[in-house]
């Protein structure tokens, strides 16, 4: 139901103030049409004693002249490209482990990082951020979570070196070794700020699955005990 003011104003809750189609529109050549020909749309505004660029905006024939920001937020959201996890995991493919030893998982680091798109819409702008938070790991068999990218293993490393993220298998299927498939997808924290003429000047998207990226694999293997009498 519209929320309307004694003028006939409808309550743009994105702008923050009760809209309304100017009438008369302006002249063609205005800067109130932001380059567009009259025939394409229409000039709203915010503002009923004087009408500039400031307290106005373009509306496209069709389109609906209120804005929700939370709507412009799922619309930046829409534009940003999540990073795709890289996979990666020691002992890798060509080797194998064993049942309940600490396997070392890990992503590029170039891979964490925050991202950010900006939508505009008239006097309102919204930028949403999507801030990693943590790194959801398929390991064939379930799920386990790291909240960075962990550390890259390698090669020589001794006993003593330590990582943040790891995972150990407890049992096998198939005596000779069971191979799993090994995924990861980044798990961001997506928030929203409104610039310009905004009722409500922030929001929260929540949590927001990026795609899980190429996956790897992994043999694991039961330690034979050797009994000599």
Not at 44 to 58: A, G
Request: charged share 20%; with cysteine; aromatic share 10%.
């Amino acid at each position: 139901m519209s929320c309307n003011d004694e003028y006939g104003g409808t309550w743009d809750a994105g702008r923050g103030c009760y809209a309304f189609q100017v009438q008369p529109q302006p002249p063609a050549g205005s800067p109130l049409w932001e380059g567009h020909d009259p025939s394409e749309g229409s000039v709203w505004s915010c503002d009923y004693t004087v009408t500039i660029p400031e307290t106005s905006w373009f509306v496209p024939t069709g389109e609906d002249p209120l804005v929700d920001p939370a709507v412009l937020a799922q619309e930046a959201l829409g534009r940003m490209k999540l990073e795709n996890a890289s996979a990666q995991i020691a002992p890798g493919p060509g080797f194998h482990t064993y049942v309940h030893i600490e396997n070392w998982l890990w992503l590029p680091e170039a891979q964490w990082h925050d991202l950010t798109e900006t939508v505009t819409a008239g006097p309102a702008s919204v930028t949403v951020t999507a801030e990693p938070i943590r790194v959801d790991w398929d390991m064939g068999t379930e799920t386990t979570s790291c909240y960075d990218v962990g550390r890259v293993w390698i090669k020589g490393m001794t006993d003593a070196a330590k990582t943040t993220c790891s995972y150990a298998y407890e049992w096998i299927e198939n005596p000779a070794g069971d191979t799993h498939s090994v995924s990861a997808q980044l798990v961001y924290g997506v928030t929203w700020d409104c610039d310009g003429a905004c009722l409500t000047p922030n929001g929260d998207l929540g949590e927001i699955d990026a795609p899980a990226g190429d996956p790897t694999t992994i043999e694991v293997r039961q330690r034979q005990t050797v009994v000599i009498q």
